[in-house]
């Protein structure tokens, strides 16, 4: 997931965009609101974290700008000020959450996946898609009981994926949830990490399909290296040639 965090504090944008980063997420960071619209209106992002004592423009007025854009991307505002206007005006501005700074690293983290997920309709921190259960609030995942172990980047591939269900989900996509503006990953990327979550869930019967000129889609289907039923059933079947062996082998003398 890719976020914009606007903060004009050097030392709190920091402390956030690293916890942030260790937290899985591709964060890219600027000091005002005026930088702000510059890259809201140029590049996608997931969700926004705003502060709302910005200088000149302050984050009240960026997040009615964004929202007069049609920009209907999650907005989390933080604010020093704990006066229930200034909660009220924050959602009026359009914000869809409000926190009190200096906020606690858990509860940020974990009002930020409740608002990823309600962009993306989903009720629960937990996914279930097939045999896989996936865990965003405890960044676990199983499958069939079984733990299963992700990279950072394959984590933020698989969320990315699963989020999106039952739509595919773009290279493009991808590629801008996994890096940020000081990072270099290349398209090339995106497949070598699907390459390796192919490795880790079809065993499990959930397949990565390749979309021809657009990206993935995730599918439930056979357990890989287990025939379907059907197939099984015609491979258990004896061949013509074995049938018409039996006659002529009964028959010598």
Not at 38 to 66: H, N, Y
Not at 179 to 191: C, H, L, P, Q, R
Request: hydrophobic content about 45%; glycine content about 8%; charged content about 25%.
């Amino acid at each position: 997931m890719r976020l914009l965090l606007v903060e004009d504090d050097f030392m709190l944008a920091s402390a956030t965009k690293l916890a942030l980063g260790q937290a899985g997420y591709a964060v890219d960071w600027v000091g005002n609101a005026e930088r702000a619209q510059e890259v809201l209106a140029k590049e996608p992002f997931d969700a926004a974290i705003i502060d709302i004592g910005l200088p000149q423009m302050d984050g009240l007025a960026l997040t009615r700008w964004l929202r007069a854009q049609g920009n209907g991307i999650p907005v989390l505002m933080l604010t020093a000020k704990d006066a229930l206007q200034d909660r009220v005006r924050g959602l009026d501005s359009g914000a869809d959450d409000y926190l009190l700074k200096p906020a606690e690293m858990p509860e940020l983290l974990a009002r930020l996946r409740a608002l990823l997920r309600r962009s993306q309709a989903a009720t629960s921190s937990v996914i279930h898609f097939g045999a896989l259960r996936f865990d965003t609030a405890l960044r676990q995942a199983y499958a069939d009981g079984k733990p299963l172990e992700f990279g950072p980047r394959e984590w933020s591939v698989l969320e990315y994926m699963l989020l999106q269900l039952p739509k595919p989900t773009s290279k493009e996509k991808l590629l801008l949830a996994l890096t940020g503006w000081d990072k270099e990953i290349t398209a090339n990327a995106v497949e070598v990490y699907a390459s390796r979550l192919r490795g880790k869930l079809e065993p499990f019967g959930i397949h990565l399909r390749a979309v021809r000129g657009f990206g993935y889609r995730l599918e439930e289907g056979p357990i890989s290296g287990v025939a379907a039923p059907a197939e099984a059933a015609a491979s258990a079947a004896p061949t013509d040639s074995a049938v018409s062996a039996t006659p002529s082998a009964a028959a010598a003398p």
